[in-house]
């Protein structure tokens, strides 16, 4: 069945910091690609999006592209701040279905 | 500010006691999910509900069942009660329709966290 791998945590980087959170899926079809964000005490805000391959979400300063051919969405920033400090997780939707299917989420502490 | 907000934020119950999850969506959202996060894991969907009938269900067993009502208020209602029932319970909103896309995306509340003793 479908689902989403996300590289472990915690993420502890430095102000400033360049940021990358890998995430791959497993997917029948061509699934759309989604980022949350969940701060301390909060649900999950949606960060960012990409529906097809090769599409470039972004939000925040935050990017991440749809890389079909390894099945990859992997988040970016170029210069973390400390209130970015959360749990970020990548999910997916698959065809006709009607869920969302997350990852196990990615905890970033930054570090002034 | 979500627009989806959720209600009590958090509650105590004892392993096989009853528990009721309420959830209020904006206007005109029609459709409404549920998904259960135990700690430190990523959501994991119960069910959803499309006007006022449910409208596909994860892997749980029928003691988590929901209603959906005409404001576009909702309940997620737990009968026998477990310890592994401890999680924090979101409720999600879409605008159009029971089908996710790129332009009908999930709006999360904050969430109920249940803890069972």
């Known amino acids: 069945g479908d689902s989403v791998t996300q590289m472990e945590g915690p993420v502890t980087l430095s102000e400033e910091a360049f940021l990358t959170i890998n995430c791959t899926y497993t997917?029948?079809?061509?699934?759309?690609l989604f980022w949350y964000v969940q701060y301390p005490g909060e649900g999950l805000q949606l960060l960012l999006k990409a529906t097809k391959a090769d599409d470039k979400g972004s939000n925040k300063g935050f990017e991440a592209t749809y890389r079909k051919e390894t099945t990859s969405f992997h988040l970016e920033k170029g210069s973390v701040q400390v209130s970015d400090s959360a749990v970020y997780f990548c999910a997916l939707h698959g065809g006709a279905t009607n869920k969302l299917i997350f990852g196990t989420g990615t905890l970033l502490a930054v570090q002034p | 500010e979500t627009g989806v907000t959720q209600s009590p934020t958090h509650l105590i119950k004892t392993r096989g006691q009853q528990v009721t999850l309420r959830c209020s969506s904006q206007s005109g959202h029609n459709t409404v999910s549920w998904y259960q996060q135990a700690l430190g894991q990523g959501p994991q969907f119960i069910f959803q509900y499309y006007r006022e009938e449910e409208n596909g269900r994860g892997n749980f067993p029928p003691r988590f069942s929901g209603l959906q009502f005409p404001n576009y208020s909702s309940e997620l209602n737990v009968n026998a009660l477990e310890l592994d029932d401890s999680a924090l319970y979101l409720c999600?909103?879409?605008?159009?329709?029971?089908?996710?896309?790129?332009?009908?995306?999930?709006?999360f509340g904050a969430g109920s966290r249940l803890t069972v003793l």
């Open positions: 997917a029948t079809g061509y699934p759309s």
């Open positions: 999600a909103s879409l605008s159009s329709g029971p089908i996710i896309s790129g332009a009908n995306v999930l709006t």
